[in-house]
């Protein structure tokens, strides 16, 4: 008997307009998500956006660092979003929160991990990562990247593939603590830039900067010719993302 009998066998005849009724039902479910986050949002720019760990204890370094970071970026008039959860994300919005500006968290649903932090002036909840992360994209004047795992790296992958690809304005990308990202970095140079699979200007899309009134000062480097708004050929490129 061939996998094909065998599937046939195994499925129930109704089986596949269940499915795709489920399936287009979603697709509501999906846009009221989209629809939903961008009327909370769309008062909160100029906003930067800062990811990291969600297991680092607030004893951490990376945790006040964090902290400290989201302080100056609000009281210098930044609205600060994080994924909503504990770690690096909580102290994010926890510096935001005592801070002049607004403390937002784009929470996500998960069996795992995420559980709310306290500190969010807005708090927005997901079901959907791809929703989530358009949200830190389309409302970010910058990133700001702190020492974390698979959903860090996904976050600043995906920043970076869009920027180099021209589906979103280049905005400033600052990785923070050297030392933790040199050996992606040198990675990204030896391997990818080396064997042609990026140009070496790519590499110009982030830059490391450990101090955090560095990192202000760098935002505001990056705009300083310019609002912080998108140009109107931006704004019609993030319609498009």
């Known amino acids: 008997m061939t996998a094909k009998d065998k599937l046939s066998r195994s499925m129930p005849d109704d089986t596949a307009p269940r499915f795709n009724a489920r399936e287009s039902w979603r697709i509501f479910g999906i846009m009221a998500e989209f629809v939903e986050a961008t009327e909370r949002l769309k008062a909160i720019r100029p906003a930067v956006s800062i990811f990291g760990s ?3 204890p607030p004893d951490h370094n990376y945790y006040l660092l964090a902290e400290r970071i989201a302080r100056l970026l609000s009281d210098s008039g930044f609205s600060v979003i994080s994924g909503g959860g504990p770690g690096i994300m909580e102290a994010a919005n926890k510096g935001a929160y005592f801070g002049k ?12 991990e995420q559980q709310a932090n306290p500190y969010q002036d807005i708090s927005q909840t ?3 990562f791809f929703a989530r992360k358009f949200m830190f994209v389309r409302f970010a004047t910058a990133y700001v990247v702190m020492p974390g795992g698979f959903g860090t790296l996904d976050e600043l992958l995906e920043a970076m593939t869009l920027i180099q690809t021209h589906k979103s ?20 140079r030896d391997q990818l ?11 110009n899309l982030i830059q490391i900067i450990d101090k955090p009134e560095d990192v202000v000062e760098a935002i505001f480097k990056h705009y300083e010719s310019r609002g912080f708004l998108p140009l109107p050929e931006e704004h019609e490129l ?3 993302l």
């Open 54 to 56: 969600a297991r680092i």
């Open 101 to 112: 500006s607004a403390s937002v968290g784009l929470n996500i649903q998960l069996p795992l």
């Open 126 to 128: 997901f079901q959907h």
């Open 169 to 188: 304005r280049r905005i400033p990308i600052i990785l923070v603590h050297g030392p933790f990202w040199k050996g992606l970095i040198d990675w990204f």
């Open 193 to 203: 830039v080396t064997e042609r699979l990026i140009n070496p200007e790519d590499l």
């Open 238 to 240: 993030m319609l498009n």
